[in-house]
């Protein structure tokens, strides 16, 4: 005869109390829920979030399933993919970066065991769900996975299927979307007037004999200087220019006229070592650059017009980089950051000599001369979700290594300092250190704030929590 339910409760005082124990757990974790809700109520209406269905939410998400996630995340149906198998993410055109966190040696228990003490968890997160553990490092699986094949180009082709966002994007409202020549993009006087730029009437200017009519075969040339502060302001103490094939054909020291208050070495690159023996004058290099630049010649520079004032020069043919290529609230780029993202070329990198100025003159003749044979539209659309940042940011993984794991591995008796470091891990890498996300932190319009998180995944095992 099988006892009774009432009788195997009494029977089992132990069972009994772990039923209780898991109840008790069940309130505190709906309540805790419900925190959840509210923020979640509290957030900007179209924000990015994630949803999972209820009988997901006891499934595992294996790594296979993450990367689905993080791909969908960076190209969205705009990529041509679709939404997760597992789970759905909302509003993931707002999605400006993921950061990936892995935390070795804190398992599920210590999540739990910590998880009243973290505010930023209970308020900020409103999903998590469980990391089934990978064989592979989680880091490496990831990158090396595939992106899955788009159902289509990730470019409209015509007008009337362009993003929204591109449409509106400032190079595409200046210049349209078809291809263009040079002549297009050359300055009217009108904007080299309003970008300050010399023009003719400047006292003491010289003038290049750019007296022939630009076209489309007109050739480009890069040009760019350094500059040092004298007791006159800025002057010219050295001038580069390199030719359409991005050969330099001039590169000259010049002695300011004035004396030097500082070489802004910093920037420059300049030393008073550099000029001393330098006899050259701006008049000298002004007579130069007059020679060597054809009639329909066009200059090409990023922030030309400072570099043209320090000449004291006056040219009618230019093409400004910095005008060029706008961001999408018409923000200009620093050539540097242009570089690295067009041109995919590391420059300025040099911290305590200064600028290159030949190198800076080559890397804008490149830049417009991409933007030429690209149009418009390609890089419009290449720039609609950058805000300034470059696409190589919107994935970030970082790993903590445990040192608690170099503890256990070199004493089987110090295991409770291993659970003490484990937790204290937990607390101080979450709340000090700043990383107050576990597994995926998706952050709306580029801002990195707490209102941004919306996911949190953990390890169902003791070999660590994500």
Known sequence: MEPSSSAA??????????????????????KTEEGCDEELLNRPSGSPRLSVQLDRLQQ???????????????LGTAGGLK??????????????????????????????????????LRTNYTTRVTFTPSPISVASGIFS??????????????????????????????????KRGVTAYVLT?????????????????????????????????????????????????????????????????????????????????????????????????????RMLLPGDAVLVGHSLNNDLIALKLIHQHVIDTSLLYKKELGQKFKLKVLAEMVLKRQIQTDENNGHNPTED???????????????????????????GQTKNLFLSIVQFSSFSDHLRRHSAHQEQLHQSVRRLSLCNVLKKVGMI?????????????????????RRAVPSGLL
């Open 145 to 178: 996975s595939d992106v899955p094949k788009l159902d289509r180009p990730p470019v409209p082709k015509s007008d009337d299927k362009l993003h929204k966002a591109v449409k509106h994007h400032p190079i595409i409202k200046k210049y349209g979307t078809q």
């Open 361 to 387: 003159a080559a890397a804008a003749l490149e830049l417009a001369q991409y933007f030429i044979k690209t149009g418009p539209h390609q890089v419009g659309y290449c720039f609609k979700d950058t805000s």
């Open 60 to 74: 595992p998400v294996s790594l296979l399933e993450l990367t689905e996630l993080l791909h969908f995340a960076a």
């Open 437 to 457: 996300f576990i597994l995926a932190r998706f952050v709306p319009a580029g801002v990195f704030r707490p209102s941004g998180h919306v996911c949190c995944v």
């Open 189 to 289: 006087q009108e904007e080299m007037i309003k970008n300050h730029f010399p023009v003719r009437g400047f006292e003491d200017f010289s003038c290049t004999k750019n007296n022939v009519r630009v076209t489309d075969d007109s050739p480009l040339y890069g040009l760019d200087c350094e500059m040092c502060l004298t007791e006159k302001g800025h002057e010219l103490t050295r001038v580069s220019l390199v030719d359409s094939d991005g050969n330099c054909v001039l590169d000259e020291l010049v002695k300011p006229q004035s004396r030097v208050l500082n070489y802004l070495t910093k920037f420059s690159g300049i030393t008073a070592a550099m000029l001393q023996p330098i006899t050259t004058t701006l008049r000298v290099v002004q007579a130069k650059l």
């Open 83 to 120: 939404q997760p198998s597992w789970c759905h993410l909302h509003h993931q055109k707002k999605v400006k970066g993921v950061n990936v966190v892995i935390l070795e040696g804190l398992s599920q228990s210590h999540f739990y065991k910590n998880y009243l003490t973290m505010e930023h």
């Open 9 to 30: 409760e009494t029977c089992n005082p132990k069972k009994r109390k772990t039923e209780a124990s898991t109840e008790h757990n069940s309130m505190k974790r709906s």
